[in-house]
């Protein structure tokens, strides 16, 4: 996922928000040949994510500076652990320092919460969702997997999911909608449908979809909901969603629901604290 076009393109935008080619303060403050050291250390525990991201920044930079990776990647370090060393002109480094920050913060936060929410249960799939930071849907999804979740659908374009507002939004309801993706939907294309209530539940297990989602069911409600996919001919996966949190999945595992949906991995994870210090080289050339 890094290596994207679409990655590039954000490494692009942060660049020129940041103007980083047109560092002014280091400008009048560093000689053009200085060279210097600097290394990457985390601030606090995180489970370490995206490192590669910093030669991706220089590379689209433009800057030759080197750089050196000292951690493994899904790797959980402590505070004062050294992620990476970057070594070379010192206004190419002063350059990219926050944009590089910027994005590490935020790619081992993700992982960081992802890895904290999945470790409450084993067994259970936890999927990500949608709802990531705008632009960057291919970072927070890897950073969740890198986390311990599973990647659901990347875009709309990847498969069919029938949620709550293509069914309101259609005049036959329910069953008018599952017939017309059962006529017209890609032969190899899964699909799941989302249901609010049990009635949704049995048309929709008429169509035998690839998952079910249902949402913002109670536990009593999922216990019966349960009992009437055991009872189908072709039993689809069933996901659960709709604000779960963490101490829930036990619960959700015993009730027999295949995996849980949280948009939380991405919109409750906070940046964690990570800093880059800077050092004169030995000598300048």
């Given amino acids: 996922m890094l290596k994207s076009s679409l990655v590039s393109k954000l490494i692009r935008l942060a660049l020129e928000e940041d103007q980083a080619l047109n560092d002014i303060t280091a400008k009048l403050t560093v000689p053009e040949n200085h060279r210097s ?108 997997s890198v986390g311990g979740a599973r990647n659901h659908r990347m875009s709309l374009g990847d498969m069919i999911l029938v949620k709550n507002n293509h069914i309101d939004a259609h005049p036959g309801g329910i069953r008018a909608v599952l017939e017309s993706v059962c006529a017209n939907k890609p032969v190899s294309m899964s699909w799941e449908v989302e249901v609010r209530n049990l009635g949704e539940l049995a048309v929709a297990l008429e169509f035998a979809p690839d998952m079910i989602m249902l949402d913002n069911f109670s536990d009593n409600q999922i216990r ?39 948009g939380a991995l991405t919109t409750q994870a906070p940046n964690v604290d990570i800093s880059m210090r800077i050092s004169a080289a030995d000598h300048e050339s």
């Fill in 37 to 144: 050291a600097a290394i990457v250390v985390a601030r606090e525990k995180l489970v370490v994510c995206g490192l590669d991201i910093i030669g991706r920044i220089a590379e689209e930079a433009g800057f030759t500076f080197q750089v050196l990776l000292k951690a493994q990647e899904g790797s959980e370090v402590g505070s004062e652990v050294v992620l990476a060393e970057i070594a070379g002109l010192t206004r190419e480094i002063l350059a990219a320092e926050r944009t590089i920050l910027n994005f590490l913060q935020r790619l081992c936060g993700v992982a960081m919460y992802t890895r904290h929410f999945v470790s409450h249960v084993s067994g259970l799939v936890v999927l990500d969702t949608r709802k990531t930071m705008p632009g960057w849907r291919l970072l927070d999804k890897y950073a969740t």
């Fill in 224 to 262: 019966d909901a349960m009992v009437t996919v055991r009872a189908s001919q072709r039993r689809p996966l069933i996901e659960v969603s709709g604000g779960v949190r963490s101490e829930r999945l036990g619960a959700l595992q015993a009730l027999g629901v295949d995996a849980v949906s949280a």
